[in-house]
């Protein structure tokens, strides 16, 4: 397998962590503030061209439970849009997503969202 000093171990930490910090400070937290905040887009008119002034109109029908409700499903959908992105770079042996520690990619995203540390080594021949 691959040791932790490997370039393309390293590598592969830090694109899990990236993805990790992007759901949960990046961009997988925008919707979730939006919703939390009670306005989509705030310039939003009902000739937009997509749904954004209607977005706006039913977070103001929410109340502050609902519309945290809403912010732990848009939170959720980014992480599992990112979850079947590693599933489908795992599949095709995409650099540097053909390793994992715990099985595969996306498991080893699922545990650094949860803040579970990297384990030591990649060599699974160690262990019992």
Not at 104 to 125: I, M, N, Q, T, V
């Amino acid at each position: 397998m691959f040791a932790v000093t490997d370039e393309r171990a390293i590598e592969y930490r830090a694109a899990i962590d990236e993805l990790v910090r992007s759901c949960s400070e990046g961009q997988g937290q925008i919707g979730a503030r939006r919703a939390i905040a009670g306005v989509w887009n705030s310039n939003a008119t009902p000739s937009w061209p997509d749904r954004q002034y209607e977005y706006n109109k039913l977070l103001a029908e929410l109340d502050e439970g609902q519309r945290d409700v809403l912010a732990s499903m848009l939170t959720g959908q980014f992480e599992s849009g990112v979850h079947e992105a590693l599933v489908i770079l795992h599949e095709h042996q995409i650099a540097p997503f053909e390793i994992g520690y715990e099985g595969a990619p996306f498991h080893d995203f699922a545990g650094r969202l949860e803040g579970f540390p990297w384990p030591e080594s990649l060599d699974r021949s160690t262990e019992s």
